[in-house]
C-alpha cells in the first residue's frame, strides 16, 4: 500500500507517494524489478487541469532521459512531459486511448502512462528527486504562489 | 418512458462559468439551440437564477425537462438543478464532447475561436437531435 506526504494549501490537498522518484517536472518513476512504471504526480495534474487527451510514445520506442515520453492536453495546457529515464518502452496503459481522465482521478496509480525496460536505471535515479525532496520542492512553490496573490 | 406533454418545452442550462473556455463553449452551445435551432421548443433558463432561488427560474425546471450543459466537473449546473428539484435528460460536459470532436479544439474565453465555435455547434447538434427526440417521445426522460 502506497503511502503519502500531503500539504494543503486553501482548497487544495497535494499527495506525493513515497514509493518513487520524481523529475522535476513532477514526472514519477517507480522501479518494478527491472522495469520502472511512469506517470505525473498528484500536484502536476491538479495544476494542470482536466485531462483531455494523452498522447503517449508507443510500445517499443526507445527514449533517453529528459526526451518526450507523452504529451497530455488538458482543459488548460498542453504539456510535453519528458522521461525520467532511458529505455525502451514495453508497455503503455491503454486506458490513455479511452479515459485519460485516470490521469485526474487516479494519479498514482491506474493513470499511469508507460513501463520502460530502464537502460541505466542506477544512473538515471541519481538525477531524480526522492520523495521528501520533491515534496519539499512543490511546497515551497505551491507557498511562494499563494503569497504573491 | 415519460413522454413530453406537447406544451412542455426542454430547458437548457448552461454552465455560468466566466472567464472559462468550456464555459463559453457551453453557453454558446446554448444560445444556437434555444435562439436558432430550436426556439419553438427549448428555452434557456440562466444557472444563476437558480443559485439565487428566482422563483419563475425555479417553477422552469420544475415543470420541464431539462438538459444541462457543464463547463468542468464542478458540474454547477448539473447539480443545481437536481437541488431544485428538476428532471434532468440529459446532462453534457463539455469535455466529453470535446474528446468526441478532437479536430474542435476551443480556445479563447470571451470570444472563441473556430475550434470552439465548431465545438460549441457540433455540441448544439447533438442537443437539437436529444430534443427532437424528447419532443417526439422517442425518448424518455431517465438519461437513457
Partial sequence: MTDFLEFTIDKFTFRTATDRFYNDEGV???????????GISDYLQQRSGDVAFAEVKSEGTTVIFGEEIAVIETI???????????????EVNSAMETSPEAINQDPYGTGWLVVIEAAELAIDLKHLLDPQAYFAKIKLEAEQEVKKE | MT????????????CSGIGKTYGTVSREAAYNVTEDLRPEDTRLVALSKLV?????????????PAITIDGCKLACAT???QCSGGRIARDYAVLDVYRRYKQFKPQGIAELN?????????????????????ISGKRGEDNG
Fill in chain 2, 3 to 14: 413522454n413530453i406533454d406537447h406544451k412542455e418545452k426542454v430547458v437548457i442550462i448552461p
Fill in chain 2, 114 to 134: 473556430e475550434g470552439g465555435e465548431q465545438l460549441a455547434q457540433a455540441l448544439a447538434n447533438e442537443i437539437t437531435q436529444l430534443v427532437d427526440e424528447l
Fill in chain 2, 79 to 81: 447539480k443545481m438543478v
Fill in chain 1, 76 to 90: 488548460k495546457v498542453n504539456i510535453s512531459l519528458t522521461s525520467p529515464v532511458a529505455g525502451k518502452v514495453i
Fill in chain 2, 52 to 64: 439565487l432561488g428566482d422563483e419563475e427560474a425555479r417553477s422552469i425546471v420544475e415543470g420541464n
Fill in chain 1, 28 to 38: 514519477w518513476a517507480k522501479p518494478e524489478n527491472n522495469y520502472v512504471r511512469i
